[in-house]
């Protein structure tokens, strides 16, 4: 099992960029693929993007898609989500995730492990 530790909320202006960092303890990190989900108030949480346990393969949700870059280094035990081209619609709590497995999927429920959460602000 991996703990995740997060850091970077911001206040950003609309077409700003920010960058969002986990980082992980525990063991075997490299043997987790890691999502990042979001929660917007009174919305359910969503999936924003997910990178394979070696880094390889990437997905990203539609509404991010050409936005936001999801990465990893397995040396340091770090994802980051950069965010670029930000939205009012990006505002939300957001969630880096691990999952035991080489891919992971898009369902919150299949990851074990989660971060405290980071507050994302994009205002007007």
């Known amino acids: 099992q991996v703990q995740l530790v997060q850091s970077g909320r911001g206040l950003v202006q609309a077409g700003g960029s920010l960058r969002l960092s986990c980082a992980a303890s525990?063991?075997?990190?490299?043997?987790?693929?890691i999502g990042w989900f979001r929660q917007a108030p009174g919305k359910e949480r969503e999936f924003v993007a997910r990178i394979s346990s070696r880094g390889d393969i990437q997905l990203y949700s539609d509404s991010v898609k050409g936005r936001f870059t999801i990465s990893r280094d397995n040396a340091n035990n770090t994802v980051w989500l950069q965010m670029n081209t930000l939205k009012l619609e990006d505002t939300a709590v957001y969630y880096c995730?691990?999952?035991?497995?080489?891919?992971?999927?898009?369902?919150?429920?299949?990851?074990?492990?989660w971060g405290q959460g980071t507050q994302v602000t994009v205002s007007s």
């Open positions: 995730a691990a999952s035991p497995s080489r891919y992971g999927t898009t369902r919150p429920i299949d990851f074990g492990s």
């Open positions: 525990g063991r075997n990190f490299s043997s987790y693929a």
